[in-house]
């Protein structure tokens, strides 16, 4: 059973457009994270949400924690081919000495020129 | 930027062979994770660690073991390798932020072929 579900899948899109992708859980998370992959490499942390409702910007990017901090949205305002990646999002549960992560299956986006 | 790093990048290894992947941090982060990523595929914590001489199974059921004599290094152990333990292997170390959120720092995988 996945506890962090992550839509769409597979993205393909064109430079510039617009586009949002999605985690959502059952669960209640303490704090959220996103997380952006290359092929062979390992994640690289983008932003950490925490308070219910929260939102943060990260240039193009918009993160958005859900009220009930069950679930996140990723905005990304014109897309560029760079931001051709795996976007996994993770869940932090447990106390805050305790704390483990929880991941998604991410979202494979293709931005093309 | 975070200093976690993972050796071998790359591996392949017959059956039956005993394999240690290293993972050392330079955070001073007193946890530490091993995840496994199968291709195109979610991440699975397999072994955490809260600190020297702590270790705990993740919710990945995981036939490798882990060690932390260190606070920096968090080394995965293969007794006897097998093609199922074919993946990529992952660390990571975390820190906790402000806010009481702890933030996760991967290092760049090692990609395990057991042939």
């Known amino acids: 059973t996945q506890l962090l579900e992550q839509s769409p899948q597979f993205l393909s899109i064109q430079e510039g457009e617009n586009l949002t992708v999605y985690c959502n859980s059952s669960s209640v998370f303490s704090s959220l994270q996103w997380y952006r992959q290359e092929p062979g490499e390992g994640p690289v942390l983008l932003v950490t949400?925490?308070?219910?409702?929260e939102v943060k910007k990260l240039k193009r990017l918009t993160f958005q924690f859900g009220d009930a901090r069950k679930d996140s949205s990723l905005h990304i305002t014109a897309a560029q081919p760079g931001d051709t990646g795996l976007y996994l999002c993770?869940?932090?549960?447990?106390?805050?000495?305790?704390?483990?992560?929880?991941f998604g299956p991410g979202t494979r986006l293709s931005v093309l020129p | 930027e975070a200093d976690i790093y993972q050796t071998p990048r790359y591996l392949v290894i017959g059956t039956g062979k005993k394999i240690t992947l290293e993972c050392s941090q330079t955070m001073g982060h007193d946890k530490m994770y091993w995840y496994q990523q199968d291709p195109g595929m979610e991440l699975h914590l397999i072994h955490y660690?809260?600190?020297?001489?702590?270790?705990e199974k993740g919710d990945l059921s995981s036939e490798s073991t882990v060690s932390r004599i260190r606070t920096e290094h968090f080394p995965l152990t293969l007794e006897s390798a097998r093609p199922s333990h074919t993946s990529q292997y992952l660390c990571?170390?975390?820190?906790?932020?402000?806010?009481?959120?702890?933030?996760?720092?991967f290092g760049p995988g090692t990609r395990l072929t057991v042939t």
């Open positions: 993770a869940g932090a549960r447990g106390t805050n000495y305790g704390q483990n992560f929880v």
């Open positions: 990571a170390s975390s820190e906790l932020r402000k806010g009481q959120t702890y933030e996760q720092y």
């Open positions: 660690s809260y600190g020297v001489n702590s270790t």
């Open positions: 949400v925490v308070t219910g409702g």
